[in-house]
């Protein structure tokens, strides 16, 4: 199972930022290919479109929340409850204004050089409508959530889980 560490930024504005999680990879060659030429070259675009993924399969993930007060776990959760909430509806508004923009890209492919117009906004649009499908399945009470308080540390190695998913 993979796991997916979040941490609570902010109680009262329920900010909580996934820190942890699995990285993309593909069995098939020629996408790993692709995958490692994000890494070596855009690192943050490959961590965002994991973290994309990872909201896709979070039904399959052990999910960890970090937090650092003594909160009680029922308003913990909460704050997890509200954040993906929040995070389902980022996720269809970036499908909307991406879906109603992509049918404009492919005149850019007249341009010369690569088609990074048509090819960044399709990418983009399938990783948010993935995060969004999944993300909408989601229920909060029955994802498999262990709670860490910053004075407790973490059980068991919680570092990140290569592996596609």
Not at 44 to 51: A, D, E, G, V
Not at 112 to 132: C, D, E, I, M, Q
């Amino acid at each position: 199972m993979k796991k997916v560490t979040f941490e609570i930024r902010s109680l009262l504005g329920f900010k909580m930022e996934m820190v942890r999680y699995p990285e993309l990879t593909s069995p098939k060659k020629w996408i790993q290919k692709g995958i490692d030429i994000l890494k070596k070259h855009v690192p943050k675009f490959l961590n965002y479109l994991s973290r994309q993924k990872t909201l896709s399969h979070l039904l399959e993930c052990s999910v960890f929340i970090k937090t650092e007060r003594d909160t009680k776990d029922s308003t913990i959760k909460r704050i997890f409850k509200v954040w993906v909430q929040k995070e389902k509806f980022k996720r269809l508004i970036f499908v909307i204004v991406e879906g109603s923009i992509l049918p404009f890209t492919p005149i850019l492919a007249l341009l010369p050089g690569p088609n990074v117009f048509f090819y960044v906004p399709a990418l983009l649009f399938y990783y948010h409508l993935t995060s969004y499908l999944g993300l909408r399945k989601v229920d909060v009470d029955e994802l498999d959530i262990t709670i860490i308080h910053e004075h407790e540390g973490f059980p068991g190695d919680i570092s990140p889980v290569g592996g596609s998913i």
